[in-house]
């Protein structure tokens, strides 16, 4: 038989708030986190909006040594780590550290270090390169941070798989510890990459909003007729994950169960996603028969729905494929439309979402959704939060290289 999990603490550093209960507040409230860029001058742009995070204040969690010696999205993940382990009410105890672990995630990882210290030797200030510019490349150095801060000498992993890494890594979590590796993993994902490279290599790309810049709000717009593009964003969101046994042992609090975990590949395009949606709609088969169940349990899917015409109408079309007429039936949101796409962070912060949804019978609607795509004609949960007490929930998410992640999240009953 094989082992339940179950998630245990969740931390979370968004463009709508510091901490999971206010960004679930707001995103509940259909509130958006995506403005005009701050970071840096981005007029010479045609997308000038994204996701940043402003509230956040490093010095909060952070000692002033280790502000200087790593990367933004490292202070993210370190931030999100210890609301997680708060959450949790977990401490690593004398003899368990080879029974946690950590896997954590990105997709781009220490880019703005990176342009700082570039930026430096091209104005001839070579000597004033941080010896710390390696150990932040090696973006596995945030999963180090993280076993070092908790004492967790357990199985330990760094994925950069992009927009499913963070789902990849809790699914990988998920299966350690039903296969007897681990007792607590922690699992999460990361990504600061709101910076002139990046937006300037996406804008050439073709990839992101670039006909809202007048209002930022309406800029990500998921399943919408009138969507021309994501919207990058950066952040955190980190899971203790648990076997269910351990947890009930301490009186741990818990949130939702992870019963089942699907990844494949499109093996087709480096950015764009196979169009008939065969290779999603087998990773989201995958983690249903996972988790033991038919099809028809699922009530609610947290899309991975980026905003960009292909990934919307292949995702929809993959659901379609799999459920049936009963797609239609089943509630469908985009976290995204109100958070941007936060990389390698994206998917662990919609599976905290995703957790919340069942635990508190509440979906968070897809904002801007006010032409939908003849092609996208499911319900996506328009404009407002609707309250529906559920079992089951699927949350994808889809990456670039083709790579894909399913989870499914059970509601928690003794």
């Not at 949130?255 to 008939?276: M, R």
């Amino acid at each position: 038989m094989k082992r339940r999990v179950v998630i245990t603490g969740m931390g979370a550093v968004t463009p709508l708030a510091v901490g999971v209960e206010e960004s679930w507040k707001k995103l509940c409230a259909g509130e958006s986190g995506i403005k005009n860029v701050t970071q840096f001058d981005a007029s010479s742009l045609k997308c000038q909006v994204a996701g940043e995070v402003r509230d956040f204040v490093a010095e909060d969690f952070l000692k002033p040594k280790k502000l200087r010696r790593t990367d933004r999205f490292v202070h993210f993940m370190l931030a999100a780590t210890k609301m997680a382990l708060d959450d949790s009410q977990f401490s690593v105890k004398s003899g368990e550290e080879y029974r946690v672990g950590v896997i954590g995630a990105t997709a781009i990882g220490s880019c703005k270090t990176f342009e700082a210290n570039h930026e430096r030797i091209i104005n001839g200030l070579m000597k004033n390169v941080t010896p710390y510019l390696i150990i932040n490349l090696s973006a596995n150095t945030a999963g180090g941070e993280i076993a070092l801060m908790c004492g967790a000498r357990g199985p330990h992993h760094f994925l950069q798989e992009a927009c499913s890494a963070g789902t990849n890594a809790i699914g990988l979590g998920f299966k350690t510890i039903q296969h007897e590796e681990a007792e607590v993993m922690i699992v999460g994902g990361s990504d600061a990459g709101i910076s002139p490279t990046l937006m300037a290599s996406l804008d050439n790309l073709g990839a992101i909003a670039t006909s809202w810049n007048d209002a930022p709000h309406k800029a990500s717009r998921p399943f919408d007729k009138k969507r021309n593009g994501f919207v990058t964003s950066e952040g955190s969101g980190v899971l203790v994950l648990e076997e269910l046994d351990h947890a009930k042992a301490r009186g741990a609090h818990i949130y939702a169960e992870i019963v089942g975990y699907g990844s494949t590949c499109d093996a087709y395009h480096a950015v764009a996603p196979l169009p008939s949606g065969e290779s999603a709609m087998k990773c989201m088969e995958l983690s249903i028969e996972g988790a033991g169940i038919r099809p028809e349990k699922i009530e609610y899917i947290n899309a991975h729905g980026t905003s960009t015409v292909a990934n919307d109408e292949t995702e929809t079309r993959a659901i379609k494929e799999l459920f049936g007429p009963r797609a239609q039936e089943i509630m469908i949101s985009a976290n995204k439309s109100m958070i941007g796409h936060m990389w390698g962070a994206a998917g662990a912060v919609e599976d905290i979402f995703t957790a919340k949804t069942l635990q508190e019978g509440i979906i968070p609607p897809t904002i801007n959704l006010d032409e939908p795509d003849p092609k996208c004609d499911l319900d996506y949960v328009p404009h407002r939060a609707r309250h529906s007490d559920m079992t089951f929930a699927l949350s994808n998410s889809f990456g670039f290289g083709g790579i894909n992640a399913s989870l499914v999240f059970k509601k928690y009953e003794e």
